[in-house]
């Protein structure tokens, strides 16, 4: 069983609606959270962070995590044709001691597409 | 210029040939990582340095090595390339501090073996 698992999709949705991506993981020593979006022909972006459980909101953007479902998404809404990319999940354990975060491991991606 | 830059961008080589991808970056992070992506299968992390004398084995290293030759410079080796190893890979950069989250990535190259 992959440390984290992500919805795959394809999702395909019209433009003004609200888009769902979620991740569920196993490793219960998960502390940071973030979610990339990756371009065609690009590297993956950073989109939103977050450290502990609740929501974060950042314009149409909002991240939520539950630590106790180990369970992560992100909601888009009035989506725009400009958000059709993959979206990957990722997270980290917090070393020890410190406010460092290690390697990230990633959610397998979901690829978006937003029709106008 | 990019903050991270990887060369080439992309490359077809033969089975059995020996490959070397590149990556530098002017970002002033300790810690770089290298990872492959599958469709279906997302980022996977080959090899992470977190500083010039810190090299780690992630979870797919076999077949792969790597040299880390300065802070800014991370390279990837494939030393007998097979054709599973095609792929897009990507480098990245971090400083780990939880007051800057997140790694920033080169646009990658596109790797074929045939």
């Known amino acids: 069983q992959k440390e984290v698992e992500q919805d795959p999709g394809p999702l395909s949705v019209p433009e003004g609606a609200i888009v769902s991506l979620n991740c569920t993981y196993s490793?219960?020593?998960?502390?940071?959270f973030m979610w990339y979006r990756q371009y065609s022909r690009k590297g993956p972006e950073l989109l939103m962070y977050?450290?502990?459980?609740g929501n974060k909101e950042d314009g149409r953007f909002t991240a939520q995590v539950d630590k106790s479902s180990k369970y992560i998404s992100l909601f888009i809404r009035d989506s725009q044709p400009s958000d059709s990319a993959t979206y990957l999940c990722a997270m980290s354990v917090r070393y020890a001691g410190g406010t460092s975060y290690g390697k990230l491991t990633f959610g397998q991606g979901t690829i978006l597409t937003v029709h106008p | 210029d990019a903050d991270v830059t990887q060369t080439p961008r992309n490359r077809i080589t033969k089975t059995g040939k020996r490959i070397m991808l590149e990556c530098s970056q002017t970002k002033g992070h300790d810690r770089m990582y290298w990872y492959r992506q599958d469709p279906g299968l997302g980022l996977r992390l080959i090899y992470y340095?977190?500083?010039?004398?810190?090299?780690n084995k992630g979870e797919i290293s076999d077949g792969y090595s790597v040299s880390r030759q300065a802070q800014a410079k991370f390279s990837l080796s494939l030393e007998s390339a097979i054709p599973n190893q095609t792929a897009l890979y990507f480098c990245a950069t971090s400083d780990g501090q939880s007051s800057n989250y997140g790694y920033t990535f080169g646009s990658g190259t596109r790797l074929t073996v045939v």
């Open positions: 490793n219960s020593a998960f502390q940071y």
């Open positions: 977050t450290y502990s459980s």
């Open positions: 340095s977190f500083d010039v004398k810190d090299i």
